[in-house]
Structures are given as structure tokens and as C-alpha cells.
T-cell receptor
Framework: EDKVVQSPLSLVVHEGDTVTLNCSYE??????LLWYKQEKKAPTFLFML????IEKKSGRLSSILDKKELFSILNITATQTGDSAIYLC????????????FGTGTLLAVQP | NAGVTQTPKFQVLKTGQSMTLQCAQD?????MYWYRQDPGMGLRLIYY???????DKGEVPNGYNVSRLNKREFSLRLESAAPSQTSVYFC????????????FGEGSWLTVV
């Protein structure tokens, strides 16, 4: 059975800390791995990763994929209170449509 | 830009009542999806539509029906609501094909009492 597992389930840090969120997967016919940030409403897209070892970076956020070990990490440096959110990892499989399998998410709380 | 718009945002239903969640996207996407999100369960796919005129079951289709009315609109219907269907529902859309980013609506909070 396909699955996506995120860890930790929740995390509390202080502003300025660096955090690493983990996502491991067992999915047949893997095509892509996506990270989303969910605050109060809709998940918003952060990164899509398809190739191993190539870091994607956006400001203080970065992510990398290891297709051999079947995991990805999302790093956030110099965290701010605005980074508080649920971070969702999703894996896309091959096929005609882009059905994503989501992990349960990591709840990040950044304290002032 | 509106993106993905879904209505209503909040709804309370009595057990056995029916209702339809509406979704429309203005990004000319071929594929549309309905997910539900529950605590500890993540986002689970209910139904999807790869293109206009087609619909397929996702992980948790029981108790739901969908209609892809046209390329823009994809509705989700609860024929006889049950308390287990209390959830947050998200509509989403994407360009057809694997590996393309999915864009989400802002969610519909449904409570069945």
C-alpha cells in the first residue's frame, strides 16, 4: 500500500532556530514529491522535487529529495513566527492524472 | 486572480440531509479534485476528474457523488449526510499529467449533526 510518512508530527521552536522536517515515502511509480504550507485555509505550494540531490531553495526554505532512500527534507532557517503552519508532503504517481498521496503533516509552532 | 473558488465556506447539516459543494477554477486546468481533511488523517482524495466528461473514485468515495459540469466546474454531492462526513473539504485543480502542481481552494467546513 502506498504511503507517505512525515516526522515529527509536531514541533515547537523559538524564532531564529533552524528546523528540518522529514518526509519518507513508499509509492509505486513515483513521479514527484511536493511540499505545501497550510496556515488557516488552503495549502499553498512550496516546492516540487523530481530529481535526487538537487536542492530547491526559496528564501529561508530549502528542500532536497533522495530517491534512493525514498525521503525528502524541508529545511527552514532563521525561523519566524510567520512560519508557524502545518507543512504537508505529497507524492505524485505516474499515470494520466496527478493524484497526490498526502502525509498527515507536521505542525510547526514558532514562538517569539 | 480567483484561482479555485468553492462554496459554501461553512455549512451545518442534519443527518440524512443532502447538499452540494460547488467548485470552480479559472486557470483553464483540465484536472480537478475533491479532498477531505481530518485530524490525524491528512488530505484524502474523494473523487477526481482528469478531464471534462470523466470522473473517477479516489481513496474515500463512499457517500459522495461528483459532477464535472464543464471544464471550470466540479461539484461534490452528499446525498444523505452522516456525522462521519464532518470534515473540511478542499477542491483543487491542476494541469493534466503527473508531476504538475495542484492548486487548492480555501476549503469548506462541513458539520453534520
Amino acid at each position: 500500500e502506498d504511503k507517505v510518512v512525515q516526522s515529527p508530527l509536531s514541533l515547537v521552536v523559538h524564532e531564529g532556530d533552524t528546523v528540518t522536517l522529514n518526509c519518507s515515502y513508499e509509492v509505486t511509480n513515483f513521479r514527484s514529491l511536493l511540499w505545501y504550507k497550510q496556515e488557516k485555509k488552503a495549502p499553498t505550494f512550496l516546492f516540487m522535487l523530481t530529481s535526487s540531490g538537487i536542492e530547491k531553495k526559496s528564501g529561508r526554505l530549502s528542500s532536497i529529495l533522495d530517491k534512493k532512500e525514498l525521503f525528502s527534507i524541508l529545511n527552514i532557517t532563521a525561523t519566524q513566527t510567520g512560519d508557524s503552519a502545518i507543512y504537508l508532503c505529497a507524492v505524485g504517481r505516474g499515470g494520466a492524472t496527478n493524484k497526490l498521496i498526502f502525509g498527515t503533516g507536521t505542525l510547526l509552532a514558532v514562538q517569539p | 486572480n480567483a484561482g479555485v473558488t468553492q462554496t459554501p465556506k461553512f455549512q451545518v447539516l442534519k443527518t440524512g440531509q443532502s447538499m452540494t459543494l460547488q467548485c470552480a477554477q479559472d486557470m483553464n486546468h483540465n484536472s480537478m479534485y475533491w479532498y477531505r481533511q481530518d485530524p490525524g488523517m491528512g488530505l484524502r482524495l474523494i473523487y477526481y476528474s482528469a478531464s471534462e466528461g470523466t470522473t473517477d473514485k479516489g481513496e474515500v468515495p463512499n457517500g459522495y457523488n461528483v459532477s464535472r459540469l464543464n471544464k471550470r466546474e466540479f461539484s461534490l454531492r452528499l446525498e444523505s449526510a452522516a456525522p462521519s462526513q464532518t470534515s473540511v473539504y478542499f477542491c483543487a485543480s491542476s494541469i493534466t499529467g503527473p508531476g504538475n502542481t495542484i492548486y487548492f481552494g480555501e476549503g469548506s467546513w462541513l458539520t453534520v449533526v
